[in-house]
């Protein structure tokens, strides 16, 4: 595979090296330690990088975005990360539910939607699946299970749905202005064939927001409940087929989800192999640098070899999403896994270079590993997602 850049490639990769060391480095760690995690957010920092257009890089161009390849995707995200991951997270959140919309949205709702979103820097989306009885089950469904994954319900009264349950997790809940939401429409079959998507336009009335998660890493990012009591959504809202959510198969949104966890965490290995050289090569113990020590040079080389390792594999699972016709999933899912070893160990090697002693926690080794800890519990959880052998077995 020829994994050179294109020009256009290469231009998105700069702006947003310079916007990841220019911007979002400089206030990641003071971000990080505030304690009340509504307080974590920063409007500033998502309406600097939109202006540069990285709010919007999932839109396509008929819609005023810049219609990128899922490569400059990943290469944006690798950059982004590398200053911080929650922060960058935030921003491909809003290409990831693009991509729903475009795969999902009839011509008219995809105006209605991503219109006022493209004209508004603080206009951030969100999705709603994981409810606090139903987490993996949701993406990787047993195939004859109807009391398993969500129950959040919806029901058909004229000309609008009456929406009660609960979310939890949902990421942008709590700031943005549209979200959308996974319903069972069906409770008496498995939650593949009887889930139907919403798009939620924020705030809602009937729609309450409830906790703010107050995760360990990944601070910036807001998660947060989402209580529905009788909140009613227009028929028109309705997204794609009655019951089909997920029965649909392919499309950008599913080929997207993996590569853009995996891409960021290219970027927090990239992130913690720089601090780790830098920390070794000026950090003397036993009177000589500890980069003279041979166990250090070890734990060095192997944090390089599993960050190459991850990017090509990235790189890999990029290129096959941008080619149409292949349907790759085995491959993403995979890569999912490879990259939760990856940045877990990248990571915790970076915070073992650094000891945690005499506070120097505080420069961000410790930071990489809370937030890298977040890679087992996205996207349905690392155990789950090796059921995706199922789809080699077939
Ligand atoms: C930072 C962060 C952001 C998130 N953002 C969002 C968001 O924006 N929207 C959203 O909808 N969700 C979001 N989530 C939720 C996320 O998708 C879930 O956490 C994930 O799907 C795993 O679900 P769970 O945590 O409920 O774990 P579970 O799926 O409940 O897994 C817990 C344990 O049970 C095991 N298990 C699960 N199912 C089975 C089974 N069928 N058979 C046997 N064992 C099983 C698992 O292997 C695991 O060991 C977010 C989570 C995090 C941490």
């Avoid at 256009?8 to 990769?13: C, G, I, L």
């Avoid at 890493?217 to 809202?237: D, K, M």
Wanted: proline fraction near 4%; glycine fraction near 8%.
């Amino acid at each position: 595979m020829d994994f050179r850049l294109t020009e256009e490639q290469r231009a998105w990769q700069l702006i947003a090296r310079k916007f990841a060391d220019e911007e979002i480095s400089r206030i990641s760690i003071a971000r990080d330690t505030i304690a009340e995690p509504r307080e974590t957010f920063d409007w500033e920092i998502i309406c600097k990088g939109s202006r540069l257009g990285l709010r919007t890089l999932g839109v396509p161009k008929q819609w005023g975005g810049p219609g990128v390849d899922f490569t400059t995707q990943a290469i944006v995200m690798a950059e982004l990360a590398r200053g911080d991951s929650a922060i960058a997270k935030t921003f491909s959140q809003c290409w990831k539910w693009c991509h729903l919309i475009m795969d999902r949205c009839t011509p008219e709702q995809q105006e209605r939607f991503l219109k006022p979103f493209m004209a508004d820097d603080g206009f951030v989306l969100g999705g709603g699946i994981t409810e606090p009885n139903a987490g993996s089950d949701n993406r990787l469904p047993p195939a004859i299970a109807p009391k398993s994954g969500l129950r959040l319900s919806a029901k058909c009264e004229g000309d609008e749905w009456v929406l009660n349950g609960e979310k939890c997790f949902i990421a942008n809940a709590n700031i943005g202005k549209l979200i959308f939401v996974f319903t069972r429409t069906n409770p008496d079959v498995a939650v593949r064939d009887g889930t139907t998507i919403f798009a939620l336009p924020m705030p809602a009335q009937g729609v309450r927001v409830g906790k703010v998660f107050n995760k360990s890493g990944w601070r910036f990012y807001q998660n947060a409940e989402l209580i529905f009591e009788n909140a009613r959504v227009p028929h028109c809202n309705l997204m794609g087929v009655l019951n089909g959510a997920m029965k649909h198969q392919g499309g950008k949104n599913a080929k997207f989800a993996e590569l853009e966890y995996s891409a960021n965490a290219v970027g927090v290995c990239d992130a913690a192999v720089d601090m780790a050289m830098k920390h070794a090569k000026t950090e003397k113990r036993g009177g000589r640098p500890l980069a003279d020590q041979q166990v250090v040079q070890l734990q060095l080389a192997e944090m390089h070899m599993r960050t190459e390792a991850l990017r090509s594999f990235m790189l890999r699972v990029a290129t096959e999403s941008d080619d149409e016709g292949n349907e790759h999933f085995a491959h993403s899912h995979f890569l999912m896994n490879f990259a939760t070893e990856a940045i877990q160990r990248v990571c915790n090697l970076n915070q073992t270079i650094h000891g945690y002693a005499d506070g120097r926690h505080r420069a961000g080794a410790d930071k990489l590993v809370r937030d890298a800890i977040i890679w087992t519990h996205i996207a349905g959880d690392a155990v789950q997602r090796m059921k995706a052998v199922s789809f080699l077995l077939k």
